[in-house]
Structure formats: structure tokens, C-alpha cells
């Protein structure tokens, strides 16, 4: 399939990206490693009329921590995340999801703020950064603004940010050291978009789970903020009861279409087994 045709742009500043943007016709995209939007182009599901490729720009990439918050690049790519000591160190769940993202091929070129701003609901990464209390950074020719992830996703592939806005980075306080964490995701085989798949980060204090918080990704329109889920186990250790409820919380906002992944009933039952996977995980090395 051969997309359409368009203009190609490479700026090398983002404040030469934000002024092409509200230069050029409405339909111009971004693009970062192209993983999600060009596939999208070859099926003309996508006809932009220009692309401001984000590659040679500094500013967006790269990952730090500042005051307390960890600071990741839109333009670090997947594989980077793996291979990132820092990231390790500070939120090891964004190893674990990166990982089981596709095959090195894509993970080479698909970047963490394509995966986030895309709004793909199968997109393994917007859950996570639900779960870690991420915000977007969006940069526009109005300023800077920040959107929690837990408020960014509309519907499929609408998200809150505004035409001509570019996300810069995200940012997320670093969890507690100690801190339990897991991405449990269901999928056919490797490289497969998630059946349903669910992340879990959790504190524990006195053998009791003292904070936690749940992202679902796939089993809904959007990825889903599992708020009820969560809240299900907080204040007890976890026991097959406390399990169960989460399990029966996250199945209960669990909205997914039939697909070749299987059946709606099935993939909304996954949502609650992916949830009590990842929180029996994460409370085992928050415990260890
Ligand atoms: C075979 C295959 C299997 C895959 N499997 C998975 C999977 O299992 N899980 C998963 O999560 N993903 C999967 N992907 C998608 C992959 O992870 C993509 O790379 C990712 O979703 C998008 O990142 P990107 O950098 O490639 O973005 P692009 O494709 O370049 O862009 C995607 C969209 O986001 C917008 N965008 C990108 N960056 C920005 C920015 N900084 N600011 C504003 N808008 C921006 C673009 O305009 C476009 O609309 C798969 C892809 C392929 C080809």
C-alpha cells in the first residue's frame, strides 16, 4: 500500500516544529519513529498533507530527574527506555511495558511520546503512565501547558491536546524506593497488541498496601483509569478476597469490542485477571 502524497519537513528546534504547525494546512501531522502513523498512511486511514518530523530535535529527547519528578523526552524511543539505567532506577515498570511492546524492530523506532500521544487504547504505554500519575507536557504558539494522563484520552485517537500542539515530555514524581510495580498484558504471540493487559504500582507499609494504582490498556475505547480497582486493596494485605474485588472492579468499567482477540465477555474477564496478575506481582516485590 503506498500512502498519499506530502510535504516533508525536518526542523531542527521546537519552536521551528510549533511554528510550522500553525503555518501549515490543518491536516499537517508530526511524526516520530512513524511506527503507528505510517502503517495508518499506507491504509489511508491517514492523508496528511504535510509531515514536521520531530528527529532532529534536541530539546525532546533524553530522560532526567527533576525536583522529584522524572522527566522523559517525547523522542526517547522504546528500546532507549529499556536500556535506561536512570529510568530503571526510578520506574522500573516502564522497562517491563517497553519490553513487551512488539519486537526490537518497532521498539528501535517507535518513540515513548508517539506511543502516549497517538491514543491508540491498545498503545501499551498510556496505562502505565495512568498508573505513575504522569502529566503531558504540550507545547503550542500559546504556551506550555500540562495534562494528566488520567485526563487526556476522549476516545479513540482523541486526545485533549489542540491542533498544532506538540508533546514535549512527560513527567511523573518518581515512586517511592521499595515500591511494588508490574505490567501484566495478554497477547496471542509476539508482537500482538494486548487481548487486555493491565499495570499496577503499590506501596506497602506494615504488610498493609498503603497506596496503589491501576492503568488497563486495550479493553476499552480509551486506556482506563482503574481508580475503584485500586482502591479495592488499599489498607489490607493482599488476600484472595481483596483480589477478587479488585478483579470484579476492573472487569466492571472493562468496555471492550469483539475482535480477533477474542470475544467481548472474554477480554473484559482478561481485564480482571490481568489486574489480579499485576497486583499479585507488584505486591510480591514490594514485599520481597
Ligand atoms: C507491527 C507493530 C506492532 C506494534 N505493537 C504494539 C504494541 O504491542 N504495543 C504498543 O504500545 N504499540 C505497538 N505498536 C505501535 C508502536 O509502539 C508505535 O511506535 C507507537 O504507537 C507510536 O510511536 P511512534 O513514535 O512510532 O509515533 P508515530 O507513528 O510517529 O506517531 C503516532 C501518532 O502520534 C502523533 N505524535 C507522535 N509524537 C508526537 C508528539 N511528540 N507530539 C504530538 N503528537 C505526536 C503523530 O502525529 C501520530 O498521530 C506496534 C507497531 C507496529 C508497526
Do not use: W
Not at 491536516?27 to 512513524?34: P, S
Not at 533524553?62 to 523522542?75: D, K
Not at 524492530?105 to 497517538?118: D, E, P
Request: proline content about 5%; aromatic content about 4%; charged content about 20%.
Amino acid at each position: 500500500m503506498i500512502p498519499g502524497v506530502f510535504d516533508y519537513h525536518r526542523p531542527a528546534s521546537l519552536s521551528d516544529a510549533i511554528g510550522l504547525l500553525s503555518r501549515l494546512d490543518s491536516d499537517a501531522r508530526v511524526i516520530a519513529g512513524g511506527h503507528s502513523l505510517i502503517p495508518m498512511m499506507k491504509l489511508r486511514l491517514a492523508s496528511p498533507s504535510h509531515l514536521v518530523d520531530l528527529a532532529a530535535i534536541a530539546e525532546l529527547k533524553g530522560a532526567r530527574v527533576e525536583a522529584g519528578e522524572v522527566v522523559i523526552g517525547a523522542m526517547v524511543t522504546q528500546h532507549e527506555a529499556i536500556g535506561s539505567e536512570l529510568l530503571a532506577a526510578h520506574a522500573p515498570i516502564l522497562r517491563e511495558t517497553a519490553a513487551v511492546i512488539s519486537d526490537p524492530q518497532v521498539r528501535y523506532m517507535g518513540t515513548i511520546g508517539g506511543n502516549v500521544a497517538n491514543g491508540d487504547p491498545g498503545n501499551d504505554m498510556p496505562a502505565v503512565m495512568m498508573a505513575l500519575g504522569a502529566s503531558y507536557v504540550l507545547r503550542g504558539q500559546g504556551g506550555e501547558r500540562r495534562v494528566a494522563a488520567r485526563d487526556y484520552y476522549q476516545g479513540a485517537y482523541t486526545t485533549a491536546a489542540l491542533p498544532g500542539e506538540i508533546l514535549t515530555a512527560i513527567r511523573f514524581p518518581a515512586p517511592p524506593a521499595g515500591h511494588g510495580y508490574a505490567y501484566e498484558k495478554l497477547k496471542r504471540k509476539v508482537g500482538d497488541y494486548a487481548t487486555a493487559a493491565a499495570a499496577a504500582i503499590l506501596t506497602v507499609s506494615g504488610g498493609r498496601i498503603a497506596t496503589c494504582s491501576i492503568g488497563l490498556t486495550n479493553v476499552a475505547e480509551t486506556a482506563l483509569f482503574a481508580d475503584a480497582a485500586a482502591r479495592a486493596v488499599v489498607g489490607g494485605a493482599l488476600d484472595k478476597a481483596s483480589l477478587a474485588r479488585a478483579s470484579a472492579a476492573a472487569e466492571a468499567i472493562a468496555d471492550p469490542a469483539a475482535d480477533g482477540r477474542g470475544s467481548a465477555e472474554y477480554r473484559k474477564k482478561m481485564a480482571g485477571v490481568m489486574t489480579a496478575r499485576a497486583l499479585s506481582r507488584a505486591f510480591a516485590r514490594a514485599t520481597a
